[in-house]
């Protein structure tokens, strides 16, 4: 039984500096995960919306995320993550936005340059 708070998440999250990589080398592929957690005693309805430099918002479909569990979408994976379709080599910005509070991470695995470099960070968290 969770024990989860308003202090255990957010409703809306924010990655300002979100970018897929095009090139990939070494049989890995560059990637981005967006790793969502839901520690509610009930499922959360997810939104993500991705915003450009040079081009209009995009938004997803809802993605249930049930309760006490966690998420990792890839986001060039559309299927995973309510329909969006985010370009490889184009900086964007990402929000992600549920009806009851969850924990974000984003990472990106860059392998273009042959050495991986993982970065990690946790998004900034609103209600």
């Known amino acids: ?5 308003k202090a255990d998440g ?3 999250w924010y990655v ?3 970018f897929i990589p095009s090139e990939s080398s070494c ?3 560059s990637h981005e995960s967006i790793c969502l957690l839901n520690v509610g005693s009930s499922a959360a309805e997810v939104t993500f919306a991705a915003y450009f430099a040079d081009d209009e918002p995009r938004l997803s479909d809802p993605v249930l995320l049930p309760a ?3 998420y990792h979408l890839r986001t060039d994976d559309p299927d ?9 080599g184009v900086p964007y910005a990402l ?5 009851i509070p969850v924990l974000a991470q ?9 050495a991986y470099t993982l970065m990690t960070a946790t998004p900034t968290g609103r209600d």
Do not use: C, F, N
């Open 1 to 5: 039984m969770s024990t989860a708070t």
């Open 10 to 12: 957010h409703t809306r």
């Open 16 to 18: 300002p500096d979100a």
């Open 27 to 29: 049989g890995q592929t």
């Open 68 to 70: 006490e569990r966690a």
């Open 80 to 88: 995973k993550l309510g329909g969006l379709r985010i370009p490889a």
């Open 95 to 99: 929000m992600v936005t549920s009806d």
């Open 106 to 114: 984003y990472s990106r695995l860059d392998t273009t340059q042959g």
